[in-house]
């Protein structure tokens, strides 16, 4: 069975820096797209960082790019967000989720239909 388990949200002050953490079992992380989202309340969800270790690819959005990084841990079958310099439109509960039944492209590797298994979210809130 396909699990996902995200966790390490918390409350931040604005500049500051939280590491999410999704572990996954029932697959390896490195064999499929792995995505991170949010969802802010009154918003759509949105990619935030999506990767495809076997292919080499990896989406940031923009908003992010340069203080979001995400890794994976091949030994615990875990794939992290290192969020840093963390500002109040951070502020959303954050999913990670995994594209298990097809091997997305590039282009749609930041969509949220593109991925067919979601862990349970995590608060993250950023105080200004």
């Known amino acids: 069975e396909v699990q996902l388990q995200a966790s390490g949200g918390g409350l931040v002050q604005t500049g500051g820096s939280l590491t999410l953490s999704c572990v996954a079992s029932?697959?390896?992380?490195?064999?499929?797209?792995i995505g991170w989202f949010r969802q802010a309340p009154g918003k759509e969800r949105e990619g935030v960082s999506c990767f495809s270790r076997k292919d080499g690819s990896t989406f940031y959005t923009d908003s992010v790019k340069g203080r979001f990084t995400i890794s994976s841990d091949s030994a615990k079958n875990m794939v992290s967000l290192r969020m840093s310099s963390l500002k109040p439109e951070d502020t959303a509960v954050y999913y990670c989720?995994?594209?298990?039944?097809?091997?997305?492209?590039?282009?749609?590797?930041?969509?949220?239909?593109?991925?067919?298994?979601w862990g349970q979210g995590t608060q993250v809130t950023v105080s200004s």
């Open positions: 989720a995994a594209a298990t039944r097809v091997r997305p492209i590039v282009s749609t590797l930041h969509l949220s239909n593109t991925y067919n298994n």
């Open positions: 029932g697959f390896n992380v490195d064999d499929y797209a």
